[in-house]
């Protein structure tokens, strides 16, 4: 058995009715806790399947791992996990967008757990508690996260048609979108304009999910948060990215727009400067998409 690096475990496959006091009596028989943390759903307060347990002492943790089959809660056998993020957590995870706002953790726990053991799941929301539409979930295997990504993505939760793909660190999914510094990201990301301000990132999503998968799509928006009449999208491979150029630039016009789809290739502020700079002087020069 692999010694846990702290006092704190998860247990997984609790009831959704379970109660802090039920938890406090099978754990504080085996060691003082210094706390019990049930993870519960952020809209009806149900339990997610799984909680965190601090013990005061190492041992106590370690003994639970150990007799984990001889441990039941409310007559049920759970599984127990060290609290300890696991190297691979980052890349067992899936990152959901375009949820439906009546998709709470719950449902999406439920529909995940399909694939592996989930260590952690949330829709992501804002400051009143009202769905940001996009979630996390992450699963204790790369296997698991792989699997959902191949048989979700592009299906419907709720009323919506969803995409699911690798979960990235904040930074990393910025440079992919913004910034696109090594050759691997090289031609995967493109920026479009010419769209209405009627035009959403679903409609977007059906004209541009026919020539792969779309990591991220998004249109800016003011402060007011209405369209600036561009945005970006990022797929998984830049031949992907070559054959929506291909196929869309210039040649139509969407829904409630008057102009013809704009699309190429996204170029950091560096490159477009590299660029100019290369170019012997012109009467009349295009402005960049940017600019």
Avoid: W
Avoid at 15 to 43: E, H, M
Avoid at 162 to 184: D, F, H, I, L, N
């Amino acid at each position: 058995m692999e010694k846990p690096l702290s006092a704190s475990i998860y247990v997984c496959d609790l009831p959704t009715d379970i109660t802090q006091d039920s938890l406090f009596k099978v754990f504080n028989t085996i060691g003082p806790t210094a706390s019990i943390r049930i993870c519960r759903d952020d809209v009806n307060g149900s339990c997610l399947g799984y909680a965190h347990i601090s013990f005061h002492n190492f041992k106590d943790a370690k003994f639970v791992l150990e007799n984990s089959n001889d441990i039941r809660i409310e007559g049920k056998v759970c599984r127990f996990l060290h609290s300890q993020i696991p190297p691979s957590f980052s890349k067992s995870g899936v990152f959901i967008n375009n949820l439906d706002p009546k998709v709470g953790n719950k449902q999406l726990f439920d529909i995940f757990s399909e694939f592996g053991n989930i260590i952690f799941c949330k829709v992501a929301r804002d400051k009143n508690n009202v769905s940001k539409g996009h979630g996390f979930v992450h699963f204790d295997s790369i296997t698991s996260g792989q699997r959902a990504i191949k048989m979700l993505n592009g299906s419907t939760i709720g009323s919506k048609k969803v995409y699911v793909g690798a979960y990235m660190k904040k930074s990393p999914r910025e440079k992919r979108v913004e910034k696109p510094t090594s050759r691997s990201l090289k031609g995967q990301n493109l920026y479009f304009k010419g769209i209405g301000s009627s035009v959403t990132e679903e409609q977007l999503q059906k004209e541009f999910s026919p020539f792969g998968l779309i990591r991220s799509l998004k249109i800016a928006l003011d402060e007011k948060g209405l369209s600036k009449g561009f945005g970006y999208v990022s797929f998984s491979t830049a031949e992907e990215a070559r054959r929506a150029i291909k196929e869309l630039n210039g040649a139509k016009i969407l829904e409630g727009c008057v102009k013809p789809l704009y699309v190429a290739e996204h170029k950091t502020k560096d490159e477009r400067s590299s660029s100019s700079s290369n170019q012997k002087p012109q009467s009349s020069q295009s402005r960049t998409p940017f600019e």
